[in-house]
């Protein structure tokens, strides 16, 4: 899609926490996300394109849900990184699966679908489906 192409009707809304300028002249970002947001383009009289953001409410698990993928989240993400995580239980579930989303080398229409999901546990559930189908993302 040269020229227009279609914008995602779902994205992260997060703040520059901090940032670096590299020898070679790149910029090391770190952003902290704030919330998910519903994206709808608006008519703009400039070069550039415009959107309109509005926050969506995010659906917590039940107890029986966050028990039931909170360890099978946190495994998946250490097989994917080679490594241990610290302590998981403040983190919240849609969180957790957020972060299996990004280590793992999926198509932009699944993880648009995964990051879409307003729902934590169906989230959980679209990422760890996601794990069993997908290879982890290579280092670097």
């Known amino acids: 899609l040269s020229g227009k192409p279609e914008v995602?009707?779902?994205?992260?809304?997060?703040?520059?926490?901090?940032?670096?300028?590299?020898?070679?002249g790149r910029?090391?970002?770190?952003l902290c996300g704030l919330c998910r947001v519903r994206i709808e383009e608006v008519e703009s009289d400039r070069l550039y394109r415009r959107v309109r953001v509005m926050?969506?409410?995010?659906?917590?698990?039940?107890?029986?849900?966050d028990r039931e993928m909170r360890e099978r989240l946190v495994a998946q993400i250490e097989r994917c990184a080679g490594s241990k995580m610290p302590p998981s239980a403040e983190v919240p579930l849609g969180n957790l699966a957020d972060v299996l989303a990004?280590?793992?080398?999926l198509p932009e229409a699944?993880?648009?679908?995964i990051h879409g999901e307003?729902?934590?546990a169906e989230r959980a559930r679209?990422?760890?489906?996601?794990?069993?189908?997908?290879?982890?993302r290579k280092p670097g």
């Open 110 to 113: 699944v993880m648009a679908a």
């Open 27 to 30: 910029f090391l970002i770190w």
């Open 55 to 65: 926050p969506l409410a995010e659906i917590g698990p039940t107890a029986h849900e």
């Open 8 to 24: 995602i009707p779902v994205a992260g809304l997060g703040e520059i926490a901090r940032h670096e300028r590299t020898d070679d």
């Open 126 to 136: 679209r990422a760890l489906a996601a794990a069993d189908r997908f290879p982890p």
């Open 118 to 120: 307003t729902d934590m």
């Open 102 to 105: 990004q280590v793992l080398c």
